[in-house]
């Protein structure tokens, strides 16, 4: 029975563990810890004669969870297997000629092109039904909108950030902002924005690696021109105008020499990648293989054996942030990793830290995630001696073990944490806030240290401590004279980007703007709004809420606010001339033709004055839908409640008046 149990519990780790990775874009446990636990369920599954109906090795990804529109997938988009032996592609091969490519690390994206335009794309999701990303796919950086060949193509690819790219937009990120983890959790969140604005500053690219097709006799060969082969279909799609996937010819005389090539290359390779794919050339050969229940037969996935070094743990940093997260760190003897020298690894939360069983002066194993980032592989003296600290490293006051998700992480409960005074302030000043250049962490620190700034209106009075700001290491006359004007520019302001600037739990840029819309800019309602008026703000939560109203109730903070409105003046919120749309509130459904995304027609119904909310209720006037005779669940229900159905058409005529 302890076989049969082991099972059903791996089951659980792997599903968690890829809920967590797919759905919540967070990791509770390494890739290598993954691979090695989906590896013992297979061998358990083989030697016991039993495979759960919930088992990862037969289900192929989760639900999606978005807003977007859902599409089934002609055929189910399934997994490949997967080797981290070369000798095992050998075998895989024989005597047949292969073509092996990159194994892209992003979002795997169907698109479909008719007359020669994108018509539609749509995201993996669970392999059966995926998301409708459309408008998002059309600021992919190197998709073609239009190609030369004019019937129906369908596609796959991966839509990818790369390194270079996804370093940039880290470093315009001000210190006191929290920085992407990596280029894969990016782009999935890019890719399935609602807002395809924000996917086209993210520079996400896209590489097709097949063509969704049956068979194709020889008239549709000669239609398509090019054989039916995988590296013909690809020069095909290349003339396209398509990036394709990386990929060379290999047979089992060369297989070996070439995954080596690839090998050599990772290290500097600028699109994220998490290993090679091998498929048969001769794609009539492959398809006529069929699928097992999960994998095609035609192709299969190579992954890094990754390089362990052995090495010993001699702590664990702490690291408290502004929001009080305090984030563990593995300092270890360096040892050298793909040809760099490594001594330190993220260990990304407690959870982990547990699972791993640490303590200081184990042995433990760590190697570098595809290649690039470091993680710890295991534990081998397995001590569980590491003790959680119940003191912030930084204040010595009282932490907190807190659960999000399933996940364990650590805070500082105290406010007035130096570490959460120096992320406040760098808050404070950062782009989106105040906007105040010339005042990195480490300025900050320095002027915290000479006790130039203690609280945030201090920051205004700077002029007063110039002898001692000029002295300062890194400073002089000019970078005192540059942060002075950055000072005195900032003393205009949005209310929404002060109300963001003030670092109250939860508020980001956009929530502070939908509270001043919906006080039409009336400060003092704003920070004597009540729970109950708050809640009923679309988008914002009895937690939010509750943040809000906490914050402006608490005396010391509104201290500040009344000191720092001494300093500032609010910009005039720009409204348009005619107010066509005053106190009308619309939902939008389905897709839109006249704007550019919903989130245009939203701008442009607010600034008309009228509202927009997500759900159609007894308060709606009306619902914007193009398909006016859909029986979607929004249509239906404005029916119910005798709420005029627009088109695009009829919503330009109303608000023009």
């Excluded at 018509?119 to 999701?125: C, Y």
């Excluded at 090679?276 to 299969?300: C, E, H, Q, W």
């Excluded at 006359?477 to 209310?495: C, F, G, H, P, Q």
């Excluded at 509750?546 to 500032?568: G, Q």
Aim: with cysteine.
């Amino acid at each position: 029975m302890e076989k049969e149990a082991r099972l059903k519990e791996l089951v659980v780790l792997l599903n968690k563990a890829s809920k967590a990775y797919y759905q919540q874009d967070t990791e509770i446990m390494s890739n290598l810890e993954y691979d090695r636990l989906y590896d013992e369920l297979l061998s358990l599954e083989k030697e016991t004669g039993i495979v759960l109906a919930n088992s990862p090795t037969v289900n192929v990804g989760y639900e999606v969870l978005s807003e977007l529109p859902k599409q089934q997938h002609p055929s189910p988009m399934l997994s490949l297997d997967k080797t981290k032996e070369v000798a095992a592609l050998k075998d895989w091969l024989g005597t047949h000629e292969g073509v092996l490519s990159w194994k892209l690390d992003g979002l795997t994206v169907v698109l479909t092109y008719e007359n020669g335009e994108l018509l539609n794309a749509v995201t993996r999701g669970n392999g059966e039904i995926g998301e409708v990303i459309t408008n998002n796919a059309k600021t992919f950086e190197n998709l073609p909108r239009r190609i030369p060949y004019k019937g129906n193509l369908v596609i796959r690819g991966e839509a990818v950030i790369k390194y270079s790219d996804f370093n940039r937009m880290n470093e315009k990120l001000a210190e006191s902002e929290e920085k992407y983890k990596n280029p894969r959790n990016l782009c999935s969140g890019s890719v399935r924005q609602l807002n395809n604005e924000i996917t086209a500053k993210r520079h996400v690219n896209f590489f097709a690696f097949s063509m969704v097709a049956d068979i194709l006799n020889d008239e549709q060969i000669r239609e398509y021109g090019f054989d039916n082969t995988m590296t013909g279909r690809f020069d095909w799609l290349a003339k396209q105008g398509f990036d394709v996937v990386e990929h060379y010819v290999v047979n089992m005389d060369n297989i070996e020499e070439q995954v080596m090539a690839f090998a050599e290359r990772i290290a500097g390779h600028d699109v994220p990648s998490d290993g090679l794919v091998l498929s048969f050339n001769d794609i009539a050969y492959g398809r006529s293989l069929g699928t097992t229940a999960k994998f095609p037969r035609d192709s299969i996935a190579f992954k890094w054996a990754d390089e362990l070094a052995e090495t010993t743990l001699l702590q664990v940093e702490w690291s408290p942030s502004r929001t009080g997260l305090i984030n563990p760190v593995a300092i270890f003897e360096p040892v050298e990793l793909e040809g760099t020298t490594v001594s330190r690894a993220s260990l990304h939360n407690v959870s982990i830290l547990r699972a791993l069983r640490l303590g200081l002066g184990d042995r433990i194993t760590v190697y570098k995630a595809n290649m690039i980032i470091p993680q710890v592989a295991e534990n081998l003296t397995g001590s569980d001696k590491l003790v959680i600290p119940d003191r912030c490293p930084a204040c010595n006051r009282e932490t907190t073990l807190q659960d999000e998700n399933g996940v364990q992480v650590l805070y500082c409960k105290n406010p007035d944490c130096p570490a959460k005074q120096i992320k406040g302030f760098a808050h404070f000043v950062s782009r989106n806030a105040m906007n105040i250049d010339g005042l990195s962490e480490a300025t900050l620190e320095k002027l915290i240290e000479q006790r130039l700034i203690e609280r945030l209106p201090d920051l205004f009075h700077l002029e007063k401590h110039k002898d001692v700001i000029v002295g300062l290491e890194g400073f002089g006359e000019k970078s005192y004279d540059n942060l002075i004007a950055s000072v005195n520019e900032a003393r205009t302001v949005s209310m929404a980007k002060f109300i963001y600037s003030l670092g109250i739990a939860g508020i980001g840029l956009a929530n502070a703007k939908v509270i001043v819309k919906h006080f039409d800019g009336d400060f003092d309602k704003i920070i004597n709004a009540s729970v109950e008026e708050l809640t009923e703000i679309d988008g914002i939560g009895e937690v939010l809420a509750r943040a809000f109203y906490d914050f402006f109730k608490d005396e010391e903070k509104m201290k500040t606010v009344r000191e720092l409105l001494c300093e500032i003046t609010f910009e005039k919120e720009e409204e348009s001339g005619k107010q066509t749309l005053k106190d009308k509130v619309f939902v939008i459904t389905g897709s839109v033709e006249h704007f550019a995304n919903r989130n245009e027609l939203k701008d442009y119904i607010e600034k008309l004055g009228g509202k927009v909310t997500g759900s159609v209720s007894a308060k709606t006037d009306y619902l914007i839908n193009n398909d006016v005779t859909s029986t979607s669940s929004k249509n239906k229900k404005a029916r119910e409640l005798n709420i005029p159905i627009l088109s695009e058409e009829d919503f330009i005529k109303l608000a023009e008046g």
